[in-house]
């Protein structure tokens, strides 16, 4: 049976599920190679248990100029030891050297996958060498998978061809969050008032730091609370700037902020339930997973632009709205609409619900496996074909 490698940076809660279903693929055997156990920046933990084979490689450099490279010979010794027919990797970092040298060892029976969530607004300062070679690892690849429109438009301005380009969200284990989102709803109104939170609330997650533009959000609030005192805002994460903003909040008389905390993978439907709308101001994402989470709990989104998932996952006046976060007055404006329009917050909730389907963990190892299919049914037709010596080159796209 074809092996397939699927060659990652770090180990992240939020691929496990997507990982667990490609791993029940009938026509190959998956194996899963990390190229480290975690971020330094990172507080996960893994309550989704692992259905994969997998191996986590503890001899690495990593540099962090301009971002986090992963490059140890150990990677490629590994990829060597495995030898896999297909090789799926993460990003355009060094692994992905490694797998453009493998599939040059034996090209005719070997290839590999680019998967990203680089959109064009976050990539857009790589230039020069650095753009020149991920053009060419593109070119040299055969096929790519993006986790947004955004991020597969990206593939394309790099290269490739738009039929060898699929759509893989960057996703959970959506109905397992619905499930525990539905199981938590009946004690809501309890657990706000044990907590001391507001009538209605917005709820942020993520890291807080200065991307995140949680200050516009913070302003944003400052402006709501000018129409509805009673609104107030759950702050799901942690980061260098959490005096900053509790400092903040207390010198413009902003109200009814609770910062949570970092919270456990396995806790945070429960905290989803206790908002009426989610709202994600980020400057910058490449995707935006906890949109899914948002989705998965049912709850209409206000989200910046700056976000891959919000071309994808927020129907602009369906299930929320796009709003430019440096605009606090504007990004107000929205969340008013939903907070003090019961109809209107119900029916854009049920618009979130009707999208579980679309970004479900199975939905997203389906379109990797199709990019896997394509490979190997390419694969078989030329060994069918004896007057064919080798695989078509990708330049030949």
Not at 362 to 384: F, G, M, P, W, Y
Request: charged fraction near 20%.
């Amino acid at each position: 049976m074809p092996r397939v490698l699927y060659l990652t940076q770090f180990v992240a809660p939020y691929r496990i599920p997507v990982l667990n279903q490609l791993a029940r693929a009938p026509n190959f055997e998956l194996r899963v190679l990390f190229c480290t156990q975690a971020e330094s920046n990172r507080e996960w933990n893994f309550p989704t248990p692992f259905e994969f084979d997998y191996c986590i490689i503890h001899k690495g450099t990593k540099r962090h100029t301009p971002g986090t490279i992963y490059w140890s010979p150990e990677i490629f010794r590994q990829i060597l030891k495995d030898k896999p027919d297909v090789i799926i990797v993460s990003g355009f970092s060094a692994p992905t050297v490694y797998a453009w040298l493998y599939t040059k060892i034996a090209p005719s029976s070997r290839a590999y996958i680019i998967w990203s969530q680089g959109t064009p607004h976050k990539e857009q300062h790589v230039q020069g060498a650095r753009l020149a070679m991920r053009k060419w690892l593109v070119r040299h690849s055969r096929a790519c998978v993006g986790a947004s429109s955004q991020a597969c438009e990206y593939f394309v301005r790099l290269g490739a061809p738009r039929a060898r380009v699929f759509k893989s969200y960057l996703t959970i284990d959506v109905e397992q969050f619905a499930r525990a989102a539905r199981a938590a709803r009946p004690s809501r109104e309890r657990v706000k008032a044990e907590l001391g939170l507001a009538k209605k609330n917005i709820l942020f997650a993520g890291r807080l730091v200065p991307l995140k533009g949680v200050n516009y959000l913070l302003e944003a609030l400052r402006l709501v609370q000018q129409t509805d005192p009673q609104v107030g805002l759950i702050v799901l994460g942690s980061g260098p700037l959490e005096q900053e903003y509790k400092t903040w909040c207390v010198e413009n008389n902003v109200r009814g902020v609770y910062f949570a905390g970092f919270q456990r993978q396995e806790d945070l439907a429960a905290w989803y339930t206790l908002a009426d709308v989610f709202a994600f101001p980020t400057l910058c994402d490449d995707f935006g997973v906890v949109m899914v989470e948002a989705i998965a709990a049912g709850l209409p989104i206000v989200s910046s632009p700056f976000a891959g998932a919000a071309g994808d996952l927020l129907r602009h006046g369906k299930n929320g709205y796009i709003v430019d976060p440096r605009e606090p007055r504007m990004f107000a404006e929205r969340l008013v609409q939903i907070l003090r329009d019961d109809n209107r917050r119900t029916e854009m909730a049920g618009e979130s619900i009707r999208l579980q389907g679309e970004c479900s963990a199975n939905n997203a190892a389906l379109e990797i496996t199709r990019a896997v299919n394509l490979i190997l049914q390419e694969k078989k037709s030329l060994q069918d074909t004896p007057s064919e010596t080798s695989n078509p080159s990708p330049a030949q796209w």
